[in-house]
């Protein structure tokens, strides 16, 4: 009974201790290893953010708002292809830095031009890329 005692206090103390430094990590550290492997990915470029494919495409002009819409469409795309959702990492939101969960594709993902062509503010993206290719 006394080995248990000393057991459960030092688990204890090892809990508090790790809650002090999660205390005192910085916001970025936290996020970021929240996110993981997933992170390193997106970094790398083998997994892409929505905000990530319009840059691509010189779709700067369009408002965060709009930006934001055309991630659910992907999104939707993207479940009703697959059955699932896709994987989220957390980012930080490129005007206003407060940290978002967003989600990230594979480069070449299907869903993100669906979602090019379903959501009516970015359909002129797609059609100036094929009158490009023609």
Not at 29 to 54: N, Q
């Amino acid at each position: 009974m006394i080995a248990s005692n000393r057991t459960r206090r030092a688990t204890l103390r090892t809990i508090a201790a790790t809650h002090r430094a999660a205390r005192h990590t910085a916001k970025a550290l936290r996020y970021r290893c929240l996110s993981g492997l997933i992170a390193v990915a997106v970094d790398a470029g083998t997994l892409i953010k929505t905000g990530d494919m319009l840059d691509r495409l010189g779709a700067d002009d369009l408002k965060d708002g709009y930006k934001s819409w055309y991630g659910r469409h992907v999104k939707k795309a993207y479940i009703a292809a697959n059955g699932h959702p896709p994987v989220m990492v957390w980012a930080q939101h490129r005007t206003t830095g407060k940290w978002i969960h967003v989600a990230a594709y594979q480069p070449l993902d299907r869903a993100l031009f669906v979602g090019l062509t379903t959501y009516k503010q970015t359909r002129h993206l797609v059609a100036a890329d094929f009158a490009e290719c023609a």
